[in-house]
């Protein structure tokens, strides 16, 4: 990694986050920012509230307090150029059990911007799917399946991911390949929010821990 | 790594999506999971022409009495079939984390769930209004109804499945729905329910029946245009 100019702004900051959730205070007062080329990982036992920051950050939970900023302006106000710039991966991973890979990711690729198939086959080959471009999501293994969302990141050119314990069901292969494909994300300038109980050897790495003060 | 063309993705340009191209992707994709789940378009199908067709057995066979009734049974059994097949409009989609993409899609969400319910209509509704001159034949109605009640049909349920649309969004978070979705959707159809009858009615009487077929065309134009907007807001709320 060579010595890169800081940007003038962080690219997502978080100002006195918080949120309670059926009575219960989850956090509050989170303040963290997020420059181009960093990896923070957020920590916290079961229950801590890891995927619910998650979610309020991408937009899809608006039970909070507290103020969202993307390159130095409220998201609230500019959520379509944020999401444009932003790639999810949830628990639930987004891959259609009906569909191929093949016609799971030409869908997420027209959602986001254009990918020819042959960009779809080679990013399935290298997330060790190659072979398997044409057959049923169910007849797959779960960690093959969670491999058919983890080549959505190759594809889309998105400055931010946020992922939700993406390691889950992968094997040692998998592990030492996601994390090469978040070093590498964080070394062309982007941005990685990620929850994992799993111990991360990145250089640089962030932590968030949440629940510390219960 | 492989990857050569790996460009920073903070100076890369914005992505160049279309609204156009994400719709008509959803569009395909939801026609070919239909395809490859054949069950989900056949059960509303078959139980369509189960419920018309006991109506000769249970009631009359005889033509006189059939006649009268015969819109009014084809429109309650399409009814009944797009509750059916309404169900598992969102489901799956919301179960994988489909859904969650959508929302999180830059293209505009009403958009995308248009396209949703464009496939679906194609899948449930368009067969049904297939073979209804066949059931309404069964039905003994007679040769004066039946472009009356195609066009009715043609108007009407789309209405009725984007009706549904909003409801099935509101309801997609719940574990068991049940019957909910029907609680909702059924008096919403019901102004639909009455035009398509009378409309055919009218035509059986020599009378024109433009008049309610033009009703049920305005009701169509505020369901396209107002519905997805509503069907969109109601996931946002859903998946809070």
């Not at chain 1, 940007?7 to 918080?18: I, K, M, Y």
């Not at chain 1, 989850?26 to 509230?49: K, P, T």
């Not at chain 2, 003994?140 to 009706?163: D, H, N």
Request: with cysteine.
């Amino acid at each position: 990694m060579t010595a890169r100019s800081r940007p003038a702004q962080p690219l997502l900051e978080v100002r006195a986050l918080g949120c309670e959730r059926g009575g219960r205070l989850l956090f509050r007062d989170l303040e963290f920012s997020l420059e181009a080329g960093q990896v923070l990982q957020v920590r916290g036992g079961n229950g801590s509230g890891k995927t619910t920051l998650l979610r309020i950050i991408c937009g899809l939970n608006d039970g909070y307090t507290g103020e969202l900023r993307w390159r130095g302006a409220a998201i609230a106000g500019r959520r379509d150029e944020f999401h444009a710039e932003l790639l999810y991966l949830g628990h639930r991973v987004a891959v259609n059990r009906v569909l191929t890979p093949l016609e799971n990711l030409r869908w997420s690729c027209r959602l986001r911007g254009r990918a020819g198939d042959g960009r779809i086959r080679s990013a399935l080959a290298e997330m060790g799917l190659g072979g398997y471009e044409d057959s049923p999501c169910h007849a797959l293994s779960a960690g093959q399946y969670q491999r058919v969302a983890l080549a959505g990141l190759l594809l889309a050119k998105a400055g931010l991911w946020v992922l939700d314990e993406p390691f889950t069901t992968l094997d040692t292969g998998g592990v030492a390949l996601l994390e090469q494909l978040v070093a590498e994300h964080a070394e062309n300038g982007g941005a990685v929010l990620i929850t994992t109980h799993h111990r991360l050897s990145l250089p640089g790495l962030r932590a968030l821990t949440l629940g510390v003060s219960r | 790594m492989r990857r050569g063309e790996a460009s920073p993705p903070l100076s890369s340009s914005r992505p160049g999506a279309s609204a156009g191209a994400a719709f008509l992707a959803t569009l395909k994709r939801d026609l070919l999971i239909s395809l490859k789940r054949r069950n989900d378009i056949l059960n509303p199908f078959m139980f369509f022409i189960i419920v018309v067709s006991l109506f000769p057995i249970g009631i009359s066979p005889e033509s006189a009495m059939l006649r009268q009734i015969a819109a009014g049974v084809v429109w309650i059994a399409v009814l009944l079939a797009s509750m059916l097949s309404m169900d598992n409009l969102y489901r799956a989609d919301y179960e994988d984390g489909s859904l969650e993409q959508l929302l999180l899609s830059s293209q505009p969400l009403y958009l995308l769930v248009f396209a949703k319910n464009i496939a679906h209509w194609l899948v449930s509704g368009l067969p049904v209004i297939v073979v209804s001159p066949l059931l309404a034949y069964m039905l003994a109605l007679p040769a004066a109804g039946y472009p009356t009640l195609v066009a009715s049909l043609l108007l009407g349920t789309p209405v009725v499945g984007l009706l549904g649309s909003i409801a099935v969004a509101l309801t997609v978070g719940l574990g068991s729905r049940g019957l909910i979705l029907a609680v909702i959707t059924v008096p919403m159809s019901v102004p639909v329910l009455i035009f398509g009858t009378l409309a055919v009615q009218n035509a059986l009487a020599g009378a024109s029946p433009l008049g309610y077929l033009a009703l049920l065309g305005a009701m169509l134009a505020a369901a396209v245009s107002l519905a997805p907007v509503a069907t969109a807001a109601a996931l946002r709320i859903s998946l809070n």
